[in-house]
């Protein structure tokens, strides 16, 4: 009788979340996050990172509780099929220059072979950003002996414009460190720091850019900032949580406009700049994705068939912060350029 109960329960609890929850996990055997998705030989992949089951997570400002070890990659043959989990793609152990954390990838093709693009910090505990090389989307990779030369910081996503330029974007402050970076590319160690650097009224810190060199191993030049504005001209600033540029910076093009999109981190939303060009600069427009349930939100924007979706992460499964699970949503774009918010979390 007890088990009947329980059960009862149990299938409350279940159906009562879900309720909550506008879509579904893609997977459920393991953990993902920080989802980069692509097309690829005609299927789509999805490059996430893969968070780990920890018995004592070391919570702390550098975000340690994100211990990831490996990479796993998602494919599916249409949007909404059935979804497989490739074998490791790539380990940490297999980077001769990485000591922990494997955090957000991206993905690139070029000529045939496929580029991983991954974030972890070197023996310095400094976060860099290393590139792995495969004949497969799925892997495995083969790590480059060092990490690209002039990289740091995390968050990379590599972008194809339509001359067959790849830039790659990347950054993130607080635990990803880029509040160490100035912005002529010179280190300041100074901890990890978790404001916002005391001067509120300074223009927030730029994601960066850098555009990839033809083997799509280096950078073909010094990373520059991307400068974020308001609808005046004038820089988003330090002290403006819900614009501010916090991590997982992410483009798309559409008729001829740039979509840069990013996480503003401590405030929880997605919300993208529009630019005419990849170095921009990028003007606020609005709020892409509204918070979802757990502490990061981190997206990509990918154009499947004729429409575009929203590939994001929430904590449906699990509730805890650094174990989430990886989803889609479509997205519209309206005929002023804008695009609609999203709201994934129903309660
Ligand atoms: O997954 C680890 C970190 O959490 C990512 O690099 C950030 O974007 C945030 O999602």
Redesign the pocket.
């Known amino acids: 009788m007890k088990k009947i109960i329980y059960l009862a329960f149990l299938v409350t609890a279940v159906s009562f979340s879900q309720n909550k929850f506008k879509d579904q996990p893609l997977v459920s055997e393991i953990f993902t996050?920080?989802p980069s998705a692509h097309i690829f030989n005609g299927k789509i992949y999805v490059y996430p990172?893969h968070?780990i089951i920890e018995e004592n997570p070391l919570y702390d400002d550098c975000?340690s509780q994100?211990a990831?070890r490996d990479y796993r990659v998602l494919s599916m043959d249409y949007i909404g099929g059935p979804v497989t989990i490739h074998d490791v793609a790539l380990d940490l152990d297999d980077v001769p220059w990485a000591k922990r954390?494997f955090?957000?990838p991206d993905a690139a093709e070029k000529d045939g072979k496929f580029y991983l693009y991954f974030?972890t910090k070197d023996k310095d505990d400094i976060f860099r950003i290393g590139v792995a090389v495969s004949d497969k989307p799925e892997g495995p990779f083969r790590s480059k002996k060092t990490a690209i030369e002039g990289s740091y910081s995390?968050?990379p996503s590599v972008f194809k414009d339509d001359d067959g330029s790849y830039y790659m974007y990347f950054g993130?402050i607080w635990?990803?460190q880029l509040q160490r970076w100035d912005e002529n590319n010179n280190y300041t160690p100074s901890g990890c720091e978790t404001q916002d650097n005391g001067i509120p009224n300074s223009p927030a810190i730029s994601p960066r850019i850098a555009k990839m060199s033809n083997d799509m191993i280096s950078f073909a030049e010094d990373p520059k900032p991307i400068r974020i504005i308001d609808e005046n001209g004038n820089p988003i600033l330090t002290k403006d949580h819900d614009r501010r540029f916090f991590?997982?910076a992410w483009i798309h093009k559409r008729n001829g406009i740039y979509y840069l999109s990013y996480?503003t981190g401590n405030t929880h939303y997605i919300v993208y700049a529009t630019g005419d060009n990849p170095y921009g600069p990028f003007t606020y427009r609005g709020i892409l994705n509204n918070p979802v349930q757990g502490w990061?939100?981190?997206h990509s924007t990918i154009k499947i068939a004729d429409k575009w979706y929203l590939f994001y992460?929430d904590t449906q499964l699990s509730g805890k912060d650094?174990l989430?699970n990886v989803k889609f949503s479509e997205m519209t774009h309206n005929s002023d350029g804008t695009i609609e918010t999203i709201t994934t979390l129903i309660d």
């Open positions: 996050a920080d990172s968070d975000g994100y990831m954390q955090w957000a974030p995390m968050d993130g635990g990803g991590e997982a996480s990061t939100n981190h992460h650094f989430r």
